[in-house]
């Protein structure tokens, strides 16, 4: 049997360790050895190369930061301007008084929006506006029209806040020098772009005067192309206490340096690379500004990235292993041709089966994989043959499992009482609801194991139409599906079951404390949910007790399963034969009392 245990040593063990000897020693040696030794021997290019990238960006993005610079310095130098925001200072306390409102409007048409920049690609460009304070008097601040959704996102920002405790730092650290300092990023909103603002502080005659820069960062975003081109994706501008004022990446390695880590990226002079090389990552820092802006560039180049564009070379070594490994394989197959010969005759006994009912002559023996293979390959023809049996008992309990004879007797019966008693219109619902379910049971064949969810729904609701009156009216069903659902494929004949054990087992027995007949409501509930079909079936019966649950819902159906809920076993195999694995059935008690059956299956597309 294909179960037993082989004593020859086999073909594909001889082929498997032939060629896994050979192709893991050389992939281990590409793998390991080759880029690390790469990365060694290139290692000094790619540090000249990275410090002259790094320096060109940072060239460029200092031009940009001393034009900002120079813009603020511009409106100091104004004596107009200056005037102005002497006058606005001093009226602050008397922000309703005309004074105030018009030195503030006359403030306003000085504080322009400033483009600058060329349109050629690659150019330098700037997009600056400028917000007013004097004395920290809130009152005082004033803006160009349109830039007040920045102006309210700037002075209500932490940044902010800290604002005076960064600048007295800045000022013991640089005394007697013009205060300035940039702020971190600002994310975009609706109705803001992202933003980073550079601030001036100056002392005009006894008052201060603070000019707040809003720069778009996408300014700064186009500085950094650079990196990008260079496959340098992760980046970020550091501030005064190194603090991370943008990162590129969600994870940054820069963001994951501690302050003193991130110290040591920067040398004191302006626009000179330094490099830290750490296990997997090599760490570039260089400040873009005056030391007193402390404005700095990091970036991280990983490993991987910079042997990235010799890929292909790597690439090649894999080709060549490839070619070798199938050099290999063909050479073991010529010497493993008598094994193989057994091979091909499986696989043309394979080829010709069409009816697994034939038997298989000349059966192959043999105590190698392919052995194996024939004797699981014979076995498996034996299975499709149970299987198929298997299949006909399923159809022919999809056949057999219809209307009781019992039922349609009690339903005759009630008819013909119903008649006695002259209810006319009783004796019509009644009989269209039995020769519709009698109908539908015309129309099944073995091929037909599914019918739409809309057709399922009204058979039941004949069932229960009848049931109702058996039940002297005293039961009541609600059946909520979407409209979406209403056409979708579903298997048939399976509610019937589950509800006909709801009223036998649960509603029917279920009485109050004087022994009468408490009405039965039934709920079903059928909705899509990930590609699966998903049906709830609620009743306010008895219920089951757990042993009564695992017995019935969990443990494996059986064919000869006797007794009551015969109907729960019976489905179970059905569905299991229909959807396999993607069946899946469960039951409960919930709190409001009764029984909670749900099952599900893989959506069955309509074709």
Not at 139 to 149: P, Q
Request: charged share 25%; proline share 2%.
């Amino acid at each position: 049997m294909a179960g037993e245990k082989r004593s020859n040593i086999t073909l594909i063990k001889k082929c498997f360790l032939a060629i896994c000897g050979v192709t893991l020693v050389l992939l281990l040696v590409v793998n390991l050895a080759m880029p690390d030794l790469l990365y060694h021997f290139l290692k000094p290019r790619m540090k000249q190369n990275v410090s002259v990238l790094t320096e060109s960006v940072s060239t460029r993005a200092s031009y940009l930061l001393h034009q900002n610079c120079q813009y603020l310095l511009r409106f100091f130098r104004d004596p107009d301007f200056e005037k102005k925001a002497l006058l606005l200072a001093k009226e602050a306390g008397q922000a309703d008084s005309a004074d105030f409102g018009e030195a503030q409007e006359m403030l306003r048409l000085k504080l322009e929006e400033e483009k600058l920049g060329a349109k050629e690609p690659g150019s330098i460009k700037s997009t600056r506006n400028v917000i007013f304070l004097a004395d920290w008097e809130e009152s005082t601040i004033t803006c160009r029209e349109g830039m007040e959704k920045y102006r309210d996102i700037l002075f209500r920002s932490d940044w902010y806040r800290q604002l005076g405790e960064e600048l007295e730092e800045i000022e013991e650290a640089y005394p007697g020098s013009l205060l300035r300092c940039y702020s971190p990023v600002f994310e975009g909103t609706e109705d803001t772009e992202e933003f980073i603002s550079f601030v001036l502080c100056q002392e005009v005659k006894g008052h201060t005067f603070f000019l707040f820069l809003i720069e778009p960062f996408s300014d700064f975003q186009a500085l950094f192309s650079g990196f990008r081109d260079a496959d340098i994706t992760d980046y970020a501008l550091v501030g005064n206490h190194e603090e991370v004022l943008f990162q590129n990446q969600k994870n940054s390695v820069i963001k994951t340096l501690s302050s003193d880590e991130r110290k040591r990226l920067f040398d004191k002079n302006q626009n000179t690379a330094q490099l830290f090389e750490t296990d997997r990552e090599m760490l570039i820092g260089v400040r873009i500004s005056y030391q007193i802006e402390q404005l700095k560039i990091a970036a991280s180049l990983s490993k991987e990235a910079f042997l990235r564009p010799y890929q292909m070379w790597i690439n090649c070594c894999f080709l060549i292993i490839v070619v070798f490994a199938v050099i290999l394989v063909f050479l073991i197959a010529l010497i493993l041709r008598h094994g193989f010969r057994n091979l091909s005759i499986l696989t043309e006994q394979m080829r010709k089966i069409r009816d697994y009912r034939q038997p298989i002559s000349a059966k192959i023996q043999s105590r190698d994989e392919v052995g194996i293979l024939a004797d699981t390959f014979y076995e498996m023809m034996e299975e499709i043959k149970k299987q198929e049996e298997g299949k006909k008992q399923i159809e022919y309990s999809l056949m057999v499992s219809q209307i009781d004879p019992h039922f349609i007797y009690n339903t005759l019966h009630t008819i013909t009482y119903l008649a006695e008693l002259n209810q006319t219109e009783d004796i019509m619902i009644l009989n269209r609801a039995l020769i519709g379910m009698l109908k539908d049971r015309l129309k099944i064949s073995k091929l037909q194991a599914f019918d739409t969810l809309k057709r399922e729904k009204q058979q039941l609701e004949d069932y229960i139409t009848i049931q109702s009156y058996l039940c002297s009216n005293c039961l009541s069903m609600e059946f909520a599906i979407k409209e979406e659902c209403e056409n979708l494929l579903y298997p048939k004949n399976v509610f019937q079951p589950f509800v006909e054990n709801s009223i036998l087992h649960g509603i029917l027995l279920h009485r109050d404390e004087k022994g009468g007949f408490i009405p039965g409501e039934i709920r079903i509930r059928v909705w899509k949910e990930n590609g699966s079909v998903v049906t709830e079936i609620w009743d306010n019966g008895v219920g089951m007790s757990q042993e009564q649950i695992q017995l019935y819902f969990y443990d494996t159906p059986r064919n000869d399963s006797q007794g009551e809920h015969i109907g729960i076993h019976n489905i179970r195999i059905r569905m299991a034969y229909l959807f396999g694995e993607d069946f899946h059935i469960w039951a409960k008690t919930p709190e409001n009392g009764g029984l909670l059956i749900g099952f599900s299956f893989k959506e069955r597309k309509n074709t």
